[in-house]
Protein backbone atom coordinates (compact mmCIF):
# COMPACT_ATOMS: atom_id res chain seq x y z
CA UNK A 1 0.00 0.00 0.00
CA UNK A 2 1.55 3.22 -0.79
CA UNK A 3 2.20 5.88 1.83
CA UNK A 4 0.31 8.64 2.49
CA UNK A 5 2.20 11.82 3.01
CA UNK A 6 -0.75 13.85 2.16
CA UNK A 7 -1.19 15.07 5.84
CA UNK A 8 2.71 15.70 6.36
CA UNK A 9 2.50 19.19 5.40
CA UNK A 10 -1.05 19.78 7.36
CA UNK A 11 -0.33 18.26 10.70
CA UNK A 12 3.09 18.63 10.08
CA UNK A 13 3.60 14.99 11.87
CA UNK A 14 4.82 11.77 10.38
CA UNK A 15 2.90 8.59 10.42
CA UNK A 16 5.16 7.62 13.54
CA UNK A 17 4.39 10.78 15.43
CA UNK A 18 7.84 12.34 14.95
CA UNK A 19 8.09 16.11 13.15
CA UNK A 20 10.33 16.75 9.94
CA UNK A 21 13.67 16.90 11.73
CA UNK A 22 13.00 14.33 14.52
CA UNK A 23 15.53 11.52 14.82
CA UNK A 24 13.38 8.17 16.01
CA UNK A 25 15.32 6.92 19.49
CA UNK A 26 18.79 5.93 19.64
CA UNK A 27 19.94 3.49 22.00
CA UNK A 28 23.89 2.55 22.07
CA UNK A 29 26.25 0.26 24.02
CA UNK A 30 29.50 -0.34 23.94
CA UNK A 31 32.06 -3.15 25.61
CA UNK A 32 29.17 -5.59 24.97
CA UNK A 33 31.67 -8.45 23.87
CA UNK A 34 34.78 -9.01 26.09
CA UNK A 35 36.35 -11.32 23.48
CA UNK A 36 36.60 -8.86 20.68
CA UNK A 37 38.91 -5.92 20.73
CA UNK A 38 36.41 -3.81 20.36
CA UNK A 39 32.34 -4.00 20.27
CA UNK A 40 28.97 -1.81 20.49
CA UNK A 41 25.48 -2.69 19.90
CA UNK A 42 23.26 0.55 18.51
CA UNK A 43 19.36 0.99 17.67
CA UNK A 44 17.77 3.51 15.61
CA UNK A 45 14.26 2.90 16.05
CA UNK A 46 13.65 -0.51 14.86
CA UNK A 47 17.16 -0.67 13.08
CA UNK A 48 19.43 -3.42 15.14
CA UNK A 49 22.91 -3.77 14.55
CA UNK A 50 25.59 -5.40 16.94
CA UNK A 51 29.11 -4.75 15.55
CA UNK A 52 32.36 -6.15 16.55
CA UNK A 53 36.32 -5.42 15.79
CA UNK A 54 39.38 -7.15 15.82
CA UNK A 55 42.81 -5.95 15.38
CA UNK A 56 45.34 -5.05 14.42
CA UNK A 57 46.53 -8.12 13.60
CA UNK A 58 49.28 -9.87 11.08
CA UNK A 59 47.41 -8.90 7.48
CA UNK A 60 45.37 -11.65 5.89
CA UNK A 61 45.89 -12.81 2.40
CA UNK A 62 43.74 -10.01 0.34
CA UNK A 63 40.81 -11.39 -1.68
CA UNK A 64 39.46 -13.10 1.74
CA UNK A 65 36.19 -11.61 0.94
CA UNK A 66 34.37 -8.56 2.48
CA UNK A 67 35.00 -4.53 2.09
CA UNK A 68 39.21 -4.10 2.17
CA UNK A 69 40.64 -0.56 1.82
CA UNK A 70 44.44 -0.15 2.91
CA UNK A 71 47.83 -1.15 1.51
CA UNK A 72 51.35 -2.34 2.33
CA UNK A 73 52.22 1.11 4.18
CA UNK A 74 48.95 1.07 5.92
CA UNK A 75 46.39 -1.29 7.92
CA UNK A 76 43.68 -2.80 6.05
CA UNK A 77 40.36 -1.82 6.83
CA UNK A 78 38.38 -5.02 6.38
CA UNK A 79 34.43 -4.52 6.74
CA UNK A 80 32.09 -7.91 6.63
CA UNK A 81 28.38 -7.36 6.66
CA UNK A 82 25.91 -10.43 7.64
CA UNK A 83 22.21 -9.63 7.07
CA UNK A 84 20.35 -11.99 10.17
CA UNK A 85 17.47 -14.61 7.90
CA UNK A 86 14.74 -12.61 10.22
CA UNK A 87 15.92 -8.96 10.26
CA UNK A 88 13.66 -8.21 7.74
CA UNK A 89 9.65 -8.62 6.97
CA UNK A 90 10.45 -11.17 3.92
CA UNK A 91 12.88 -13.24 5.79
CA UNK A 92 15.37 -13.09 2.61
CA UNK A 93 18.94 -14.48 3.69
CA UNK A 94 21.45 -12.60 1.72
CA UNK A 95 24.76 -14.56 0.22
CA UNK A 96 27.55 -13.53 0.55
CA UNK A 97 28.10 -12.43 -3.02
CA UNK A 98 24.74 -10.07 -2.55
CA UNK A 99 25.23 -6.30 -4.27
CA UNK A 100 23.93 -4.30 -1.60
CA UNK A 101 25.88 -6.39 0.77
CA UNK A 102 29.12 -5.52 -1.25
CA UNK A 103 28.22 -2.40 -1.46
CA UNK A 104 27.58 -1.37 2.03
CA UNK A 105 30.89 -3.08 2.64
CA UNK A 106 33.00 -1.26 0.16
CA UNK A 107 31.12 2.48 1.66
CA UNK A 108 32.14 1.78 5.07
CA UNK A 109 35.95 0.43 4.19
CA UNK A 110 36.71 3.44 2.41
CA UNK A 111 35.44 5.74 5.11
CA UNK A 112 37.04 4.47 7.64
CA UNK A 113 40.38 3.84 5.99
CA UNK A 114 40.27 7.82 5.50
CA UNK A 115 39.60 8.27 9.19
CA UNK A 116 41.69 6.10 11.13
CA UNK A 117 45.27 6.16 11.49
CA UNK A 118 46.07 3.53 9.58
CA UNK A 119 49.55 4.21 8.64
CA UNK A 120 50.41 3.36 12.31
CA UNK A 121 50.32 -0.30 11.45
CA UNK A 122 51.62 -1.12 8.68
CA UNK A 123 50.96 -4.61 6.98
CA UNK A 124 48.40 -5.43 9.17
CA UNK A 125 44.62 -5.95 9.32
CA UNK A 126 41.62 -3.96 11.05
CA UNK A 127 38.04 -6.12 10.53
CA UNK A 128 35.31 -4.82 11.38
CA UNK A 129 32.24 -7.34 11.42
CA UNK A 130 28.74 -5.75 11.49
CA UNK A 131 25.50 -8.69 11.98
CA UNK A 132 22.06 -6.75 10.85
CA UNK A 133 19.77 -8.08 13.39
CA UNK A 134 17.02 -5.98 12.58
CA UNK A 135 15.75 -3.52 9.85
CA UNK A 136 13.62 -0.49 9.18
CA UNK A 137 15.47 2.02 7.94
CA UNK A 138 19.12 3.97 8.18
CA UNK A 139 20.11 0.57 7.40
CA UNK A 140 24.00 1.72 6.36
CA UNK A 141 23.74 4.98 8.77
CA UNK A 142 23.40 2.30 11.58
CA UNK A 143 25.94 0.27 10.52
CA UNK A 144 28.34 3.26 10.38
CA UNK A 145 27.44 4.86 14.32
CA UNK A 146 28.31 1.20 15.27
CA UNK A 147 31.80 1.01 13.59
CA UNK A 148 32.51 3.99 14.67
CA UNK A 149 32.08 3.33 18.46
CA UNK A 150 32.97 -0.45 18.36
CA UNK A 151 36.31 1.02 17.11
CA UNK A 152 36.60 3.45 20.06
CA UNK A 153 36.21 0.55 22.16
CA UNK A 154 39.27 -1.15 19.98
CA UNK A 155 41.26 1.55 20.96
CA UNK A 156 42.46 2.58 18.02
CA UNK A 157 42.96 6.21 16.61
CA UNK A 158 41.14 8.10 14.56
CA UNK A 159 40.73 11.99 13.74
CA UNK A 160 37.44 11.76 14.62
CA UNK A 161 33.60 10.50 15.06
CA UNK A 162 32.19 9.41 11.71
CA UNK A 163 28.52 9.57 12.28
CA UNK A 164 25.79 9.52 9.75
CA UNK A 165 22.07 9.70 9.37
CA UNK A 166 19.23 10.04 6.40
CA UNK A 167 17.26 12.70 5.08
CA UNK A 168 14.43 12.16 2.57
CA UNK A 169 12.05 14.84 0.86
CA UNK A 170 8.26 14.25 1.43
CA UNK A 171 7.00 13.53 -2.13
CA UNK A 172 8.48 10.54 -4.82
CA UNK A 173 10.60 11.48 -8.19
CA UNK A 174 7.03 10.68 -10.03
CA UNK A 175 5.39 13.79 -8.56
CA UNK A 176 8.09 16.33 -9.84
CA UNK A 177 7.34 18.60 -6.64
CA UNK A 178 10.37 21.00 -6.47
CA UNK A 179 8.65 22.59 -3.30
CA UNK A 180 8.74 19.10 -1.25
CA UNK A 181 9.99 19.33 2.01
CA UNK A 182 13.06 17.63 3.53
CA UNK A 183 12.94 14.51 6.35
CA UNK A 184 15.39 13.69 8.96
CA UNK A 185 15.91 9.91 9.39
CA UNK A 186 13.94 8.03 7.55
CA UNK A 187 12.23 4.83 9.05
CA UNK A 188 11.70 1.29 6.66
CA UNK A 189 8.21 2.28 5.18
CA UNK A 190 9.40 5.83 4.21
CA UNK A 191 12.38 4.65 2.45
CA UNK A 192 10.18 2.00 0.43
CA UNK A 193 8.59 5.29 -1.01
CA UNK A 194 10.43 8.05 -0.70
CA UNK A 195 13.89 9.17 -2.27
CA UNK A 196 16.22 9.23 0.28
CA UNK A 197 20.36 9.63 0.87
CA UNK A 198 22.52 8.77 3.71
CA UNK A 199 25.30 11.19 4.66
CA UNK A 200 27.79 11.07 6.91
CA UNK A 201 30.11 13.33 8.70
CA UNK A 202 33.30 13.19 10.35
CA UNK A 203 33.72 15.46 13.22
CA UNK A 204 31.50 18.77 14.54
CA UNK A 205 31.84 20.73 11.60
CA UNK A 206 30.22 19.76 8.02
CA UNK A 207 32.80 18.31 6.05
CA UNK A 208 30.96 15.02 4.35
CA UNK A 209 32.97 11.54 4.01
CA UNK A 210 29.91 9.38 2.90
CA UNK A 211 27.56 10.40 0.48
CA UNK A 212 25.27 7.63 -0.78
CA UNK A 213 21.75 7.76 -2.52
CA UNK A 214 19.94 4.75 -3.77
CA UNK A 215 16.99 6.31 -5.34
CA UNK A 216 16.07 9.17 -7.76
CA UNK A 217 15.31 12.77 -7.10
CA UNK A 218 15.16 16.00 -8.50
CA UNK A 219 18.20 18.27 -8.22
CA UNK A 220 16.58 20.54 -6.72
CA UNK A 221 15.97 19.15 -3.75
CA UNK A 222 18.88 17.67 -2.53
CA UNK A 223 20.33 20.85 -0.90
CA UNK A 224 17.63 20.86 1.24
CA UNK A 225 17.79 17.07 2.07
CA UNK A 226 21.95 16.97 2.50
CA UNK A 227 21.15 20.16 4.64
CA UNK A 228 18.78 18.27 6.95
CA UNK A 229 20.79 15.04 7.18
CA UNK A 230 24.62 17.18 7.98
CA UNK A 231 22.12 18.64 10.72
CA UNK A 232 21.38 15.29 11.99
CA UNK A 233 24.80 14.37 12.13
CA UNK A 234 25.17 16.62 14.61
CA UNK A 235 22.62 15.37 16.91
CA UNK A 236 23.44 11.70 16.35
CA UNK A 237 27.00 12.81 17.21
CA UNK A 238 26.87 13.89 20.84
CA UNK A 239 24.45 10.67 21.38
CA UNK A 240 27.62 8.96 20.47
CA UNK A 241 30.28 11.06 22.50
CA UNK A 242 27.43 10.61 25.70
CA UNK A 243 27.67 6.79 25.07
CA UNK A 244 31.46 7.18 25.27
CA UNK A 245 31.92 9.55 27.89
CA UNK A 246 29.77 7.41 30.15
CA UNK A 247 31.59 4.61 29.48
CA UNK A 248 34.83 5.99 29.83
CA UNK A 249 33.67 7.06 33.55
CA UNK A 250 32.50 3.59 33.94
CA UNK A 251 36.04 2.64 33.75
CA UNK A 252 38.00 5.37 35.59
CA UNK A 253 35.52 4.73 38.57
CA UNK A 254 36.42 0.88 38.51
CA UNK A 255 40.18 1.55 38.42
CA UNK A 256 40.03 4.06 41.23
CA UNK A 257 37.73 2.31 43.44
Given at each position: MPLDTSTYTLALLRLDGRRWNELRRINAQISIQAAADGSSYLEIGN?????????????????????????????SVVVEVSVAGFSGVDRKRRGR????????????ASAFATTLFTNLYPRSTITVSLHILAQDGSLLAACLNAATLALIDAG????????????????S????????????????????????????T?????????????????????????AVGVDGCKQVREILDGVVRKQGKKILGSVVS
Open positions: TKVLCTVAGPTEERRRGAGGGVAGGDEKAGDKRTSEFQSTIIPMTDYIVACTAGSTSYSSNDESADPLLDLNGTEEQELPFLTVGVGVGERVSVLVMETRVQIGRVEGML
